[in-house]
Structure formats: C-alpha cells, structure tokens
C-alpha cells in the first residue's frame, strides 16, 4: 500500500514502473538481442564504408595529415597507404553488404519497437514494408549525415572565430571548444533517438511524449560511449585484452544500447501525454 502511494504521489515514477512492466511483459531483453544480432554486422559494413571514404578523403594533403593524426591516435597499427591500398575493395564490400545487412537491422529494430506498442510488428505487403524501410534507413542516414556537417560546420565557425579574435590561445578556449563538441554531439544523438522513437517504428506522436525518452536515449549513448573509451585505452595497454575487447565490447555495447532503446520505446508507449497514430495502419492508439 504504502509503494502505491509513493507512486501515485509521484507520477514520474509511476511512469518508469509501468515503463519497466511493459519491456517485461513483451521480453524486450528477448527483442533486443535479436536486434544487436543485425546491428553487429551492420557496424561493420559502416565501418567498412567509412574507410573507404577515408581512403579516397586522404587524396588531398591537408586531409592526409589530418586522418594521420586521427590513425596515429586510435589506430596506430594503420596508415593512410593502407587506407589507399584497401579503399576499393572495401568500398565495394561496403557498398554490397550495408543496404542488405542495413535493411535487416533497420527491420528488426522496426518490428521490437512497434512489439513493446503491441501492435503489428510487420504492417502491410512485404515488398511495400520493405521499400519503407529501405527509404527509412536512407532517411537515418541523410539525417546522421546533416547533422554530423551542421555540428562540424559549427565547430570549424567556432575556432574561426577563437583565431580572428585572437583568443584561441586562452584556457578557456579550450573549455569552450570541448563543451561546444560535447553539446553538438548531443543534440546530434537527440534528433536521431527522436527519429528511430518515431519514423522507423512508423508512429507519430507529439514532441511533448518522446522528448523524455529521446533525452533517456541520448544520455545513456553519451554513457556508453564514454565507458566504451575507457575500456579500449585499457584494452590498448594488455595485449590479451586486445584480442577479444573489440568485437565482444561492440556486442556488449549494442545489447545494452538496444535494450536502452527497447525501454525508452516502454516509457513513450505508456505516457498519457498526447495523441499517437500508427502511420502503417492509419489508426489512433489509445493511451
């Protein structure tokens, strides 16, 4: 009795509860392994790709030495002849594997979304739900791609500034700098949690409901991906560790990412705050 007036005096714990039942009541630990499964090879094709690109990017000298600092500091044992020499089959693997390994990521994660609503987790004739979701990855890709040139075209403004003024030798520049990346890099992560909340599992709803949960997203991806550093210079000094911290701490990572998602997904289907309509069958969700 007395954990039911707790909270029912306080209504955002009572929100995080029912939240908490929901991702039980569905398995979302369930879903959101499966969801990682894609994700794990789907990283890797990215990750390909992006080495692609960075090995045509280090044609231009400034952009060689650049992406020489950047190996030299989190990839010593790579240079920028071995970005050239591997860029065209990479590219190629990249360019074959992701919109496939892509598609099954992006359905997956689609599907364990629209499960913790409990409603039709695979809406519609499969070639139009697959269509969808292929516009629906471009469309997280278009998204992360803006927003990644807006936060770096904001940043280089920022130290074009700091140098014409002359300040960019004070201390404070620094913290200045550091603390523009660290907001840019989280409103980045904010608009891309609202559009996997929102457009993939194909839900619209008001700012007003997902915010939170968006919010929960964003800082829980900002954790892990601090913990994430401090794991891999650990791992950089034990060369046992080196062995299995790569590909065992991006499952880990993906898991537990992907259950934070599954559960902010918990707190958006179980607020009270606006309507929702499910844009795959046309119909208003109650509350």
Not at 23 to 36: C, E, K, N, P, T
Not at 50 to 79: I, N, T
Request: net charge positive; hydrophobic share 55%.
């Amino acid at each position: 009795m007395r954990w039911r007036r707790v909270r029912t005096r306080h209504r955002w714990l009572d929100h995080l509860v029912r939240a908490g039942v929901r991702f039980h009541q569905v398995d979302a630990r369930r879903l959101a392994a499966a969801v990682s499964f894609s994700a794990f090879f789907a990283v890797f094709a990215l990750g390909l790709l992006g080495f692609a690109v960075l090995g045509y990017v280090v044609d231009e000298p400034v952009a060689d030495q650049a992406v020489q600092r950047f190996l030299d500091e989190h990839l010593p044992r790579m240079d920028t002849d071995g970005l050239r020499a591997a860029r065209g089959t990479a590219g190629l693997i990249a360019l074959v594997s992701l919109p496939v390994i892509g598609l099954l990521w992006v359905g997956a994660l689609r599907s364990a979304i629209r499960a913790v609503w409990r409603v039709e987790e695979y809406p519609g004739r499969f070639l139009i739900r697959w269509l969808i979701d292929l516009l629906a990855l471009a469309g997280l890709g278009l998204l992360l791609a803006i927003s990644l040139s807006l936060a770096f075209g904001a940043e280089a403004l920022l130290e074009w500034l700091l140098d014409t003024t002359g300040t960019n030798q004070r201390p404070a520049s620094g913290w200045l700098l550091a603390a523009a990346r660290f907001g840019l890099g989280l409103a980045v992560n904010l608009l891309l949690s609202i559009a996997v909340l929102t457009a993939l599992p194909r839900l619209r709803m008001t700012i007003r409901r997902v915010l939170p949960a968006a919010l929960l997203v964003t800082g829980g991806l900002e954790l892990l991906t601090s913990l994430g550093r401090l794991v891999v210079e650990r791992a950089q000094a034990n060369p046992a560790f080196q062995l299995v911290a790569g590909a065992a701490g991006l499952l880990v990572f993906l898991v537990i990412l992907n259950q934070l998602i599954l559960y902010s997904a918990a707190l958006t289907a179980t607020a009270t705050t606006g309507p929702v309509k499910d844009l795959a069958t046309g119909q208003h969700l109650a509350n």
